[in-house]
């Protein structure tokens, strides 16, 4: 009888383990969108892992403008070999801007990816749909897609940080939004 008890007990922490392990990304979510709402640059900052989130934005860039200046059956230059240097040099402090506690601010507010100015306030969040317009779909016990409900939104990427906690650490980029 004794041994029924505690084989449910364990059963039933387990479970309640699990249940909160799976519940984790919403709650991260939630703190983050407070924060944001709060403009709380310290507390946005705790949740986003920055050098992967530029890193993400560089390898998105890049891509986006090597596809586009891929020669289409002409010769090709030979300064067209510069160009992914040159547009790196540009991109960096572009990039440094957008992912910035404003800058990442700014984005959840929006859906939207766009350069904050460190010197405007973001926009007050309040001006956003409520939280419901938000979807969030595990890709991977590891990694989470948020999304804001409406076309032409950035998808944000979460990943797991410990059993509990997430960090922002990509944002996936709309095709109409690339350069």
Same mark, same amino acid.
């Given at each position: *009888?004794?041994? &029924?008890?505690?084989? $449910?007990?364990?059963?039933?922490?387990?479970?309640?383990?699990?249940? #909160? +392990?799976?519940? +984790?990304?919403?709650? =991260?979510? #939630?703190?983050?969108?407070?924060?944001?709402?709060?403009?709380?640059?310290?507390?946005? #900052?705790?949740?986003?892992?920055?050098?992967? $989130?530029?890193?993400?934005?560089?390898?998105?860039l890049l891509a986006a403008v090597a596809e586009r200046a891929a020669p289409k059956g002409e010769a090709s230059s030979p300064f067209? #070999?510069?160009?992914?240097?040159?547009?790196?040099?540009?991109? /960096?402090?572009?990039?440094?801007? *957008?992912?910035?506690?404003?800058?990442? =601010?700014?984005?959840?507010?929006?859906?939207?990816? /766009?350069?904050?100015?460190?010197?405007?306030?973001?926009?007050?969040?309040?001006?956003?749909?409520? &939280?419901?317009?938000?979807? $969030?779909?595990?890709? /991977?016990? /590891?990694?989470?897609?948020? =999304? *804001?409900?409406?076309?032409?939104?950035?998808?944000?990427?979460?990943?797991?940080?410990?059993?509990?906690?997430?960090?922002?650490?990509?944002?996936?980029?709309?095709?109409?939004?690339?350069?």
């Amino acid at each position: *009888m004794q041994r &029924k008890h505690i084989i $449910l007990g364990v059963a039933v922490a387990a479970g309640l383990l699990a249940l #909160s +392990s799976f519940a +984790s990304p919403y709650w =991260t979510l #939630s703190r983050l969108r407070d924060a944001a709402a709060a403009h709380d640059a310290q507390a946005v #900052s705790s949740h986003v892992d920055f050098p992967a $989130l530029r890193d993400s934005f560089k390898v998105q860039l890049l891509a986006a403008v090597a596809e586009r200046a891929a020669p289409k059956g002409e010769a090709s230059s030979p300064f067209a #070999s510069l160009a992914p240097a040159l547009i790196a040099a540009v991109a /960096n402090p572009l990039i440094d801007a *957008m992912v910035s506690p404003a800058g990442v =601010t700014a984005m959840l507010a929006s859906g939207e990816v /766009n350069v904050a100015r460190p010197s405007a306030p973001p926009p007050a969040f309040d001006k956003v749909k409520p &939280k419901a317009d938000w979807s $969030l779909h595990y890709r /991977n016990w /590891n990694q989470v897609a948020v =999304t *804001m409900d409406k076309p032409g939104a950035a998808g944000f990427i979460f990943r797991r940080d410990g059993l509990w906690s997430w960090k922002l650490a990509a944002v996936e980029l709309p095709r109409d939004a690339r350069p």
